[in-house]
């Protein structure tokens, strides 16, 4: 059984760091693109960064420069540092495995504001 389990979501002023985490099991995680996604109150879902295999990533233009996608295939874990927060970053991330039916992790809230 797949699964997908977020990790280190929090409440952050303007210009802080976090690092998510997604702990992955039932699955061979190396083999798979992993990628964050995020949903403020309101808006859709949408990408943040993905990341493909080893140091082959991409980012949404918004947090280009800010966020680093990172990955742990021996631990099966997939991170997100998430530096100069701003309140607009602010929202519940979710993990997610790739393909068309892969699986979500149940979310995690950040929230960034003074």
């Known amino acids: 059984q797949v699964q997908l389990v977020e990790s280190g979501g929090g409440l952050v002023q303007p210009g802080g760091s976090l690092r998510l985490s997604c702990e992955a099991s039932?699955?061979?995680?190396?083999?798979?693109?992993m990628s964050w996604y995020r949903q403020a109150p309101g808006k859709q879902r949408e990408l943040v960064a993905v990341?493909?295999?080893?140091?082959?990533?991409n980012y949404a233009d918004s947090v280009k420069g800010r966020f680093t996608i990172s990955r742990d295939n021996v631990k099966h874990t997939l991170y997100l540092q998430m530096n100069s927060l701003k309140p607009e970053d602010t929202a519940v991330y979710y993990c997610?495995?790739?393909?068309?039916?892969?699986?979500w992790g149940q979310g995690t809230q950040v929230t960034v504001s003074s």
């Open positions: 990341s493909i295999s080893g140091d082959n990533t």
């Open positions: 039932g699955f061979i995680f190396s083999i798979y693109a």
């Open positions: 997610h495995q790739g393909g068309p039916s892969g699986a």
